[in-house]
């Protein structure tokens, strides 16, 4: 099971997590964070989801071969096949800022609900309202990335690559 605990975040992105909270207490949105550290074996899981056992090989051998990290690949062959039919996250294993607590995925609530749609326009409102906090708290947010791959609950830590942190985390 993930975390949803700050406290579990690096320290520098944790500070930024205090102030996202209280930012948007200030603007008046009510947040529920409700993950933020993810280990390699958990992140795993969720990548193997709505994907074959040759897609998930081929991520295996990238991750031996391109990154050296037969570690990582290990933990993805190992966890076990997942049964859902619909990709979850294009982030393997060491691919994921989670993994090195540096994001964190909150939902905005209405009325102590969480709103996980972005169809109505208040809806959308409320969403807008959490991305627009992300520059405030110098983080980069997944609402704002390119159609396909849009993650509105994901925060994550700018100017540090994955690419880096997983050459760099062993």
């Known amino acids: 099971m993930p975390s949803r ?6 320290p520098g992105f944790r500070a930024q ?6 930012a948007a207490e200030f603007v008046g949105l009510d947040l529920l964070i ?14 193997r989801n709505g994907r074959s056992l040759a897609q998930i090989q081929h991520k295996a051998d990238e991750l031996c071969e391109q990154w050296g990290r037969a570690d990582l690949a290990s933990i993805l062959m190992d966890v076990g096949p997942q049964m859902g039919k619909r990709i979850l996250t294009y982030a393997a294993p060491g691919q994921s800022y989670h993994n090195y607590g540096l994001a964190l ?5 209405r ?8 169809k109505e326009p208040d809806d959308l409102a409320l969403w807008d309202l959490y991305g627009s906090l992300a520059d405030d708290v110098n983080m980069d947010w997944g609402g704002s990335w390119v159609a396909g791959k849009i993650d509105r ?15 760099d985390y062993r």
């Open 34 to 47: 409700y993950c933020t550290h993810r280990s390699f074996s958990e992140q795993a899981k969720l990548y």
């Open 111 to 118: 009325e102590g609900r969480p709103v996980w749609g972005d």
């Open 17 to 22: 997590a205090v102030l996202l909270d209280s």
């Open 153 to 167: 609950p994901h925060m994550q830590q700018k100017n540090i690559s994955w690419q880096n942190l997983i050459e």
């Open 5 to 10: 605990s700050i406290d579990d975040l690096s």
């Open 105 to 109: 995925d909150a939902v905005p609530l």
